[in-house]
């Protein structure tokens, strides 16, 4: 018997609108899902922009702060020098002219007690300006250092009162209270290079990427650096969204409206020292975005109505991969854009694959390590021959240290130290996917704190000393006196010779211990610096021809290498017996036969000097005391000079610097150009 089936129309049409509405809202949440992770990789790229910009803005507060205070540093050393000449009664309007021009500086200015100007450096030229400069006073601007509540003051930047310039000036009292002293010089140069340096240019550089509507930094009064597109936002009065950020230096996001365009925003605050600068707000194009949730639309509507008329099964299969298409397309996309920033960070960064396959190996690593990208990416992390990724591997392997990992290399026959951070990647299902390691160069960071060190152990060295011999000095000459008196005036009868020895011996050994009283008091005293322009090329020669001869005698290979017609500000004698100091001690650990090699040049804003040996080396346990004063290993040394040339070197603001091995020792020796 044959049985057919018969199915209504309604049910049909029930079927078709279950199986719809299946559809519809399968491909409702799947659209969903796309733009909850579209929006979370929008997310994560407006955070890591953000920290971008935080950590920029942070080191260009910086770099300016360190800056100005080098250029006022300068200025007050110039007006303390120029209250030296006018304690003297040696300053005279072409004087202060010359000393202008000699210095950089743009005016000096001296004031007598009420603010009056009474000598000045100014020049009157033709075509300049006259402003009544006759008769020039200036107690507003001083009254502080005219009333006795200030010796010295940093006046900063100030616009300039007849042309349109700004000018960067400081003040010191005269002797005797008679006035002030004000140095200025042009500011342009500096304003320049503030601004190539500043927040503003990173902003305005970033705000160029196509993708990128707009960046700004803002705070409550209004707009501090914004990139070309931003004309107009909104203010902290009327946005209460900029008012959370404020109070976090946490990332909150938004989607928004800019300039009739919709954008997703992403907020975060700025705080520099504890102290709230802005926010940084950054708009990321949603155009793109928007564009992608449209042709998902309608793809989904074409695919719906089809599967739905063939089966629930395949529509599911073909949605699926379409969506799986569009998120593998916005990773790679992400992934590219990562890897380019990763490229071209000051960090030298590397990534390694689960497998430990180095995958990149940015600029800065390349530099680092002197070595190609080309050549490392590619192979297993500890095959690449730089024993520093042979220590990272070991660490990665067996779970060390992962953060604030110390190590030291060799480069340039110097000793760099890193700090490397090691960062487990895990994919959306918590498996572990790659490593990022970033390297950060402390070198300079550990030199600046082995110096604070040093110079607190000698201040500390120098007190201890100047309170000991303060103590003792006069019971000594109380002694030394009973001696002399008892020499003088007795005349024993029996061993008279054994009581004159004794007598003879007494005031010798007092006079021995005030000498060594003396030195302690000459080492706890400052050093009187006298700052003067210096031909250290010449100075330099004079230093060779003082060992020469002994380097003949001991058949030395004596070499003073450097730059001709080298001018350096310092003080000759003191920076002298400093650089005679390390040369010596290298003279005193070579053998007969062996080698000093002395080198000085200009590099990086420092006046650069390196002393090399290749004696036998410091021994490791020796190297933290070899500045200490009285400390020293030799039976014939002092364990003074040393320590008198970090002190010398200290107060010229210094930096001392050595590597010491079996091959022999090297001296570094830093100052900063004035």
Known sequence: MKISFKVRPKILIFIALVVSVVMISSAYFELRQNKEEVFHLLTETAQSLSETITTSSINALNSSNELEDLIAERLLNNARMIRVLDSLNLLTHEKLIEIGKLNDLFRINIFDKNGNRVLTNRVIESDDHLHGEENVNRYDEVKQILKGEMD??????????????????????????????VVNMNAGDFLQFRKKIGIGKIIGDMGNDSEIEFIALQDSIGILAASNSVKELSSFSDDSFLNKAKLSDSTFSRVTIFDNREVFEAVRGLYYDGEFIGVSRIGISLDEVRSIESRIVRRIII????????????????????????????????????????????EAVLTVSKDMKVTLFNLSAEKLFSAPASAIIGKAINETGIKTLDVIAENIKSEITYKNLELSIEKDNTIKFISVNIIPNYNLDKVLDS????????????????????????????????????????????????????????????????????????????????????QFLQYAKPLDLQIVKVDVSKLMLDIYHLFIEQAHQRNISFNVNGEKNLSVKLDSELFKQAIFNFIQNAFEVVENGGKVLVEFLIRDGNFVITVNDNGKGIDEKDQSKIFDLYYTTRKEGTGIGLSISQKIISQHNGVIDFTSGKNGTTFNIKIPLQ
């Open 152 to 181: 010295e003051m940093i006046i900063g930047l100030k616009q300039a009162m007849y042309v349109d310039e700004q000018r960067f000036a400081v003040a010191v009292a005269r002797s005797g209270k008679r006035g002030a002293i």
């Open 303 to 346: 695919i719906s109505i089809i599967l739905a008329a063939i089966s629930i099964i395949l529509l599911s299969v073909l949605f699926s991969n379409q969506n799986l298409n569009l998120i593998t397309q916005e990773y790679s996309n992400f992934k590219s854009f990562t890897n380019s920033f990763l490229q071209n960070m000051n």
């Open 435 to 518: 490593y990022t390691i970033i390297i950060n160069d402390i070198t300079e960071l550990k030199n600046i704190e082995e110096q604070i060190k040093r110079n607190e152990k000698m201040l500390a060295m120098g007190e201890l000393a100047s309170g000991v011999a303060h103590e003792i000095r006069n019971p000594i000459n109380s002694i030394g006196m009973i001696g002399q008196r008892l020499k003088r005036e007795f005349f024993p009868q029996k061993d008279s010779d054994e009581y004159g020895t004794l007598t003879s011996l007494l005031t010798d050994e007092v006079s021995r211990i005030n000498k060594i009283i003396n």
